[in-house]
């Protein structure tokens, strides 16, 4: 059996904000596999894991940059992370994070390029993030980039929880094609995006939804309906119906308009491309969060209270 370690536990709670027992449990029933345990935790009811996106563990600006070229556009939105919410109000912060996502606009979403990409002043992504770490006094890096680009059609952007223009915590784009006018299909996106910032969606529609990922909810959801004791030869339908459900929860095409929840997106969108003239596809949308997926800095009080309960591991 894999030994659970004081590290293990704290790890599950700030994920799944489960009680310090029950993710110690979690991990000895499950032989320390984290994803295992974080879903035996959501069987249990004992667990928001699905939401753990929204805990933001790391600092910086999400930044977005558009472009109009004729009839079409493009748009990025990159992630430059610091150590401290302090940097992010920093006025030289800011003026990179806006030079790297301007950049990105000319860089395929690939980070790697796009860190070896020079800037419009000449300078080397990588070397000013370097230079800006001396000037600072923070580890700095360009952790995320994304782009998107359409011949004909807009690029809308939203960023949420805006510290200045174009610079914040959550950054969107959502990409739209057509031959509408774009200022109208970019105010269109606009809402789709401020929507996506707001619901979070996993894929764009059921065919794009990771096969992987409706088979975990399945399983979970099926433990889940085994612990509240219903029938065995029911399980299987009612499983069904919750998983037809989850997935018009969690694709954007399927999901109601926050700003009109009698509408869904796939419907917005063919009701905005019969006012404008023209039909109206969405081609994808992006949606990054300042800080997903990467950890806080230790809590000392917590870890000593956590290492007491598994014996100093």
Known sequence: ??????????????KSGAGMMDCKKALVENNGDMEAATDWLRSKGLSKAAKKADRAAAEGLVAVSLVKDG??????VIELNAE?????????????????????VGVDGDVEALRAAKTADGEVINDMVTNLIATIGENMTV???????????????????????????IGVLVALEGAADQAAMQELGRKIAMHVAATNP???SSEDLDPVAV?????????????????????????????????????????????????????????????????????GFVRLALGEGVEKADAPD????????????
């Open 71 to 76: 009839a079409g556009m493009t748009g990025a």
């Open 143 to 169: 952790r995320r980039s994304a782009r998107f680009s359409v011949a004909e059609g807009s690029i809308s952007a939203y960023v949420h929880n805006a510290v200045a223009p174009e610079l914040g915590k």
């Open 215 to 283: 088979e975990r909810e399945r399983a979970v959801l099926t433990e889940k309906a085994k612990e509240e004791g219903r029938p065995e030869n029911m399980i299987a339908k009612i499983v069904d119906g919750q998983i037809s459900k989850f997935q018009r929860e969690v694709v954007l095409l399927e999901q109601p308009f926050v700003m009109n929840p009698d509408q869904t997106i796939k419907a917005l969108l063919a009701d905005s491309g019969k006012e404008l003239g023209s039909p109206i596809t969405m081609k």
């Open 84 to 104: 401290t919410d302090f940097v992010a109000r920093n006025d030289l912060f800011q003026t990179a994070a806006r030079k790297v996502a301007a950049t990105a």
């Open 1 to 14: 059996m894999a030994e659970v370690t004081a590290a293990l536990v704290k790890d599950l709670r700030e």
């Open 202 to 204: 996993l894929s764009l």
């Open 302 to 313: 917590f870890a000593a209270e956590v290492a007491s309960m598994t014996g100093g591991n």
